[in-house]
C-alpha cells in the first residue's frame, strides 16, 4: 500500500515535518513520485517507524542514521553506547532520589549541617 506524506505521518502519530526532518537528515529514505511528492511503501513506512522509536528511547538522529547503518557492527556499537550513557544517567538520577528521599526526612535544619547532605554534595 502506498501512502502519501500526510497519511504516513497520521498512521505514525506525528506532524508530517517531522518526516521531512528525518528525510533531510538522512535517517529516513523516501522514493518520489512522477511529480516529486513523497510516497510511503510498506516498508519506508517501517523505517518511519524504526525511526520513531529510536528517536523515543532517546537516540538523536545522528544516532538513529548511524544505528540503521546497513554495517550491522557500526549499528550495534551505536547502541552500546547509548545503553552505557543511559546506565550511567539512571546511576545519576538514582543517586539524585536517594538524595531527595534523605533531604525530605532530615532532621537537620541546614543541609549543611547534616553529614549525609553535604556528602552527598561533594559526590556532584
Known sequence: MV??????????GIEAHVLRHWEQAGALAVRRDGNGY???DDAALEQARTVLKLRRVGLSL????????PKKSAAQAVVREKIAAL?????????AITYLRHTADCRH????????????????
Not at 545522528?62 to 547503518?69: D, G, N, Q, R
Not at 546506565?87 to 543517586?95: G, I
Not at 535544619?109 to 556532584?124: I, K, N, S, T
Open 109 to 124: 535544619r541546614y543541609l549543611d549541617d547534616c553529614p549525609d547532605c553535604a556528602a552527598f554534595v561533594r559526590e556532584l
Open 62 to 69: 545522528p544516532e538513529v542514521t548511524a544505528a540503521m547503518a
Open 3 to 12: 501512502r502519501t506524506i500526510g497519511e504516513a505521518a497520521a498512521e505514525l
Open 38 to 40: 513523497r510516497i510511503f
Open 87 to 95: 546506565e550511567t544517567e539512571v546511576r545519576r538520577m538514582q543517586q
